[in-house]
């Protein structure tokens, strides 16, 4: 079983920013292969933000926040961290951290929320 919970949201305006973190725990986890952002606006369906490969950092991103965010990991603390900078309305939603096991996202948060103001 692994554990995760985020931290780091909130409201901001938009051109604002926010730095999220996903603490992750369990005796598990040493077997997770990456990590990733996901999140879901109202009305809309769950959507991939961004993923980090653990143990040699790759990163892939979304179109849509390509530029903006970054993410990141401490291997030491188990922790994964999204940077959203330039942060526009759209990008309100509740994010969620999620592990990969090499087959598929297996443990997930419990979301947090961010609002972007315009």
């Known amino acids: 079983q692994v554990q995760l919970v985020e931290s780091g949201g909130g409201l901001v305006q938009a051109g604002g920013s926010l730095r999220l973190s996903c603490a992750a725990s369990?005796?598990?986890?040493?077997?997770?292969?990456?990590m990733g952002w996901f999140r879901r606006a109202p009305g809309k369906e769950r959507q991939f933000v961004a993923r980090?490969?653990?143990?040699?950092?790759?990163?892939v991103y979304a179109d849509s926040v390509k530029g903006r965010f970054t993410i990141s990991r401490d291997i030491a603390k188990n922790t994964m961290y999204l940077q959203m900078n330039s942060l526009k309305f759209e990008d309100t939603a509740v994010y969620y951290c999620a592990t990969h096991n090499g087959a598929q996202y297996a443990y997930w948060g419990q979301g947090i929320q961010v609002t972007v103001s315009s």
């Open positions: 980090i490969v653990w143990s040699n950092g790759s990163t």
């Open positions: 369990g005796r598990t986890f040493s077997s997770t292969y990456a």
